[in-house]
């Protein structure tokens, strides 16, 4: 079986790489006396096999527990694999997979998903890339162990993993995994945009919420899932200064971007392609986004209207 590429970042923690071609996010192992937890399950068995592998060839004991950053098909399909390990997850990572779980995962399901609005276009070619038309007709989308609703910590022996409910705009059952003993956050996805929006967005509200808290936490290092090396502090803080100051400014000017950008000339943040694609995100957060998930957590309850 092949092994991923393992580094280890801080005493406690170990990281493999993300893969962009399949949407592979960066899996985690914070390593402690008593127990493993790992961080995401994979986007696929043959994801979290890897892993598994890799630990094993490092003689790291196999995980017992294992936690999921949110419902994306990238960070739970690869729960199937992890037998014998103890999965946690958000209550509603748990609701949303229950969905999942009654979805046809074949080509021809995707792409009729797709057609109607309920699928995007970027998970099926992933999809696609990363595992075969039979591989998918037979998943199996486990259901976690244990949920919680803001937050728990695991006691691994000699250092011990916060699990913090955060949302954002990305998705409302975002987690992050704090580990204080190194000063390490797995972000999973919580500081990305709304990626099942048209037009996809951020907006003020949730994304200033989000990084206060993040900001917030006793961390050196940052962990966004999908990027190959970790944040500094120092980064995260430029980071999070610069999407406050230009979602405020969005906030202030409504639409005008030609407003936007001379304000932001003046407090020196540059106008490229990065600052101008910040700018429609946040403007389209003001608008009325139409949604192509296949989950929805802001239905109101039976009955209400
Ligand atoms: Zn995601």
């Not at 996809?200 to 900001?215: D, G, H, I, Q, V």
């Amino acid at each position: 079986m092949t092994a991923l590429p393992l580094t280890r970042l801080t005493t406690h923690i170990y990281i493999s790489p993300p893969h962009e071609e399949t949407d592979r996010p960066v899996l985690g192992a914070i390593v402690g006396e008593k127990s493993v937890l790992m961080v995401e399950a994979g986007n696929s068995p043959a994801h979290a096999h890897s892993f598994l592998e890799a630990l094993a060839r490092q003689h790291i004991a196999r995980p017992s527990y294992a936690v999921l950053t949110h419902w994306h098909w990238d960070h739970i399909f690869g729960a199937s694999a992890l037998s014998r390990i103890q999965i946690f997850a958000h209550t509603k990572t748990a609701q949303a997979i229950q969905i999942l779980a009654k979805l046809d995962w074949s080509d021809e399901a995707i792409q009729r998903r797709v057609a109607d609005g309920k699928e995007i276009a970027f998970c099926r070619d992933c999809m696609r890339q990363e595992f075969t038309d039979s591989e998918r007709k037979d998943i199996r989308l486990r259901h976690p162990d244990i949920t919680f609703n803001t937050r728990i910590e695991i006691d691994l022996g000699s250092v011990s993993a916060n699990l913090i409910h955060v949302g954002g705009d990305h998705s409302a059952d975002s987690v992050v995994i704090f580990i204080p003993q190194d000063g390490v956050v797995f972000l999973g996805d919580c500081i990305y945009d709304a990626i099942y929006d048209t037009p996809r967005n951020y907006t003020s509200a949730k994304l200033f919420a989000l990084l206060e808290r993040l900001t917030a936490l006793d961390a050196s290092l940052y962990l966004p899932a999908h990027q190959e090396t970790p944040i500094s502090r120092s980064e995260f803080l430029s980071l999070a200064k610069k999407y406050k100051t230009i979602g405020s400014l969005v906030d202030q000017h409504g639409d005008d971007r030609q407003a936007i950008l001379t304000h932001l000339s003046h407090l020196s943040i540059p106008n490229n392609e990065e600052t101008v694609t910040l700018i429609d995100l946040f403007i389209a957060g003001r608008q009325k986004p139409v949604s192509a998930s296949p989950i929805s957590f802001d239905t109101p309850p039976k009955g209400n209207r």
